[in-house]
């Protein structure tokens, strides 16, 4: 715990959000975006960050149009824009997996045809996610800016991060955008490349931007395999599979100064005592362990960190840190704090 | 001239290319591409920069098509894929101008409602013609990755480079990748933000890294206003408006110590008395006028630097380096050089 030293910010961080890929892509269909839940979540984090009139900055063609159809001259200067400190990481979902994958370019080898390809054709791939998040966003009135972590002069060492430009994310909070991020192809010292994953860069972010707290929003389980079993949403950490029928939502999970883990809601005698940490959630860089490992090493900071279903009241309550403090028995999802032992 | 001072890079740096916005966008279109130039544009490219067989790097959807179009698996590391040192940087054409001009970014101000939001619309349309781009030359092979100024850390105090991550453009050349650079909206740290145009990217990436030469891809002027007389092609700088009929092209120009410039060729006997430099040439950053200082700046450190029509044998030349030395007397384009007083 290092809260006392200052950030690089001129005002403190709010929330960094993670947009989990699988939660505004579509899974299974390549390089497609689940408009959906992408519009429903930036709606839910402009409620979360904004207050006054939504202006559309999303000023370009629109599929189908040949003009712009926002309305520029419109914009005047009594409209109010404050927003709160925000940062926005994304997953890559179904952009960036198959490039990543086929060539393997986690695993480095710039020297091989594959990797450098794959390299190139990944971070196309991921850019143009991230294009079509920060346009989204902008629609919905947040101001927001893509950042991409290899043009930032992230690096990686051993595939731990080695060099990045926390400053000039800094340097954007402070002139008022929204900066967002992505999981990205990068340059690694040791191996030639890798890949950084969101949650790698959200806990670098916070161990130096310090946020009140951060928000993972889980995917929507519409194509939830067994859908005709009764618990067919997942709301956060289960201690089991959440397809089993007696599987706990964790709700609240205690760090310690030593970053080791013990759940505290429900009360450890009511849960299954070999703890099998689960939820169907997917990631191309290691799923759930990796998941809360990142999280237990955020909350140790003292951020508190909330996983939660996107687009539902409990992230919305999440987002706006209505959870802070004394967890609602009505809240769905995990919040991982730091307590001392 | 600083010659001797070593740069970042492990190998020299050959050259860096500006595609002008109007040469590879629909000038009187929003946002469209000019898919037949920038292919020839990209084919020139890699018929300079490479050699060996094409592999196609972008394994994104193409429009229409569900799936990758791309055979993977028929990648095998027998290819070469060597590539020399080049760094792209493309101008925004017809995208990016509407909303960099509507809302006056380039004037400052992010405390406006129009100023914050035209700021987040410009970054958004010039990231979607950068993207396409990087995918037009990675279809053609190029190991190019997208670097965007802002994303760079890249800042202007009094509109004058004021901050600039120029490392990671030489990592991502030394690890073998083409750098894609753009005109791009970024903070400056005397009036909010501005416009960071990219002759200026390329003047201070210039005098870092040192490139062999520097070339200005210009426009192909099919919708010349006077296309019924003879002069319709603009090959490069002329000695007054390129579309009367006396028009001369000016094949070198000298720069000396002070960055004062002369016609050396042709003859200055033979040209106006009143040089009136100028060409068909539009941008939204200054025009001829400001081309010329940029390019009279480059050269004064040494650096050839060549203006010629993109898409035309002149200009495969031009990239390709012939024309260092003795220029051709059949090459229609405008040196810039360093010379003696």
Same mark, same amino acid.
């Given at each position: 715990?290092?809260?006392?030293? *200052?950030? *690089?910010?001129?005002?403190?961080?709010?929330?960094?959000?993670?947009?989990?890929?699988?939660?505004?892509?579509?899974?299974?269909?390549?390089?497609?975006?689940?408009?959906?839940?992408?519009?429903?979540?930036?709606?839910?984090?402009?409620?979360?960050?904004?207050?006054?009139?939504?202006?559309?900055?999303?000023?370009?063609?629109?599929?189908?149009? /040949?003009?712009? $159809?926002?309305?520029?001259?419109?914009?005047?200067?009594?409209?109010?824009?404050?927003?709160?400190?925000?940062?926005?990481?994304?997953?890559?979902?179904?952009?960036?997996?198959?490039?990543?994958?086929?060539?393997?370019?986690?695993? %480095? %080898?710039?020297?091989?045809?594959?990797?450098? /390809?794959?390299?190139?054709?990944?971070?196309? $791939?991921?850019? $143009?996610?991230?294009?079509?998040?920060?346009?989204?966003?902008?629609?919905?009135?947040?101001?927001?800016?893509?950042?991409?972590?290899?043009?930032?002069?992230?690096?990686?060492?051993?595939?731990?991060?080695?060099?990045?430009?926390?400053?000039?994310?800094?340097?954007?909070?402070?002139?008022? @955008?929204? *900066?967002?991020?992505?999981?990205?192809?990068?340059?690694?010292?040791?191996?030639?490349?890798?890949?950084?994953?969101?949650?790698?860069?959200?806990?670098?972010?916070?161990?130096?931007?310090?946020?009140? +707290?951060?928000?993972?929003?889980?995917?929507?389980?519409?194509?939830?395999?067994?859908?005709? @079993?009764?618990?067919?949403?997942?709301?956060?950490? +289960?201690?089991? *599979?959440?397809?089993?029928?007696?599987?706990?939502?964790?709700?609240?999970?205690?760090?310690?100064?030593?970053?080791?883990?013990?759940?505290?809601?429900?009360?450890?005698?009511?849960?299954?005592?070999?703890?099998?940490?689960?939820?169907?959630?997917?990631?191309?860089? %290691?799923?759930?362990?990796?998941?809360?490992?990142?999280?237990?090493?955020?909350?140790?900071?003292?951020?508190?960190? +909330?996983?939660?279903?996107?687009?539902?009241?409990? $992230?919305?309550?999440?987002?706006?840190?209505?959870?802070?403090?004394?967890?609602?028995?009505?809240?769905?999802?995990?919040?991982?704090?730091?307590?001392?032992?």
């Amino acid at each position: 715990m290092e809260k006392g030293t *200052p950030t *690089p910010l001129t005002t403190p961080l709010r929330c960094i959000v993670k947009l989990g890929g699988a939660a505004i892509t579509c899974k299974n269909e390549l390089e497609k975006i689940n408009e959906e839940n992408l519009r429903a979540v930036s709606i839910h984090l402009r409620e979360a960050m904004m207050s006054g009139e939504v202006v559309d900055m999303d000023w370009s063609k629109r599929p189908g149009k /040949a003009d712009v $159809s926002v309305n520029v001259d419109g914009i005047s200067d009594q409209i109010t824009m404050e927003s709160s400190n925000f940062v926005v990481v994304h997953g890559a979902g179904s952009f960036g997996h198959f490039q990543a994958s086929k060539s393997r370019v986690h695993k %480095g %080898g710039l020297d091989q045809s594959l990797v450098k /390809a794959g390299f190139v054709a990944t971070r196309i $791939s991921v850019a $143009s996610l991230n294009l079509e998040i920060v346009r989204a966003l902008a629609r919905e009135g947040i101001p927001s800016v893509g950042i991409s972590p290899f043009s930032g002069g992230w690096t990686t060492f051993q595939r731990n991060v080695a060099s990045a430009d926390v400053t000039t994310v800094a340097k954007t909070i402070d002139s008022g @955008f929204i *900066p967002v991020l992505h999981g990205d192809a990068v340059l690694d010292h040791s191996q030639g490349c890798t890949i950084l994953s969101g949650d790698v860069i959200i806990r670098h972010i916070a161990e130096i931007l310090k946020p009140e +707290y951060v928000v993972f929003l889980l995917a929507v389980h519409k194509s939830f395999p067994i859908q005709s @079993f009764i618990k067919t949403d997942v709301f956060g950490v +289960y201690d089991r *599979p959440p397809s089993e029928p007696d599987a706990m939502l964790l709700k609240e999970i205690a760090v310690d100064e030593e970053g080791s883990w013990r759940v505290v809601n429900p009360a450890p005698k009511s849960i299954n005592e070999q703890v099998e940490i689960t939820v169907a959630a997917h990631d191309t860089t %290691g799923g759930m362990v990796t998941k809360i490992s990142e999280a237990a090493a955020i909350a140790k900071l003292g951020i508190d960190v +909330y996983i939660v279903k996107a687009a539902t009241d409990h $992230s919305l309550k999440a987002l706006k840190g209505e959870v802070k403090g004394k967890i609602p028995d009505d809240w769905m999802g995990t919040a991982i704090r730091f307590m001392r032992k």
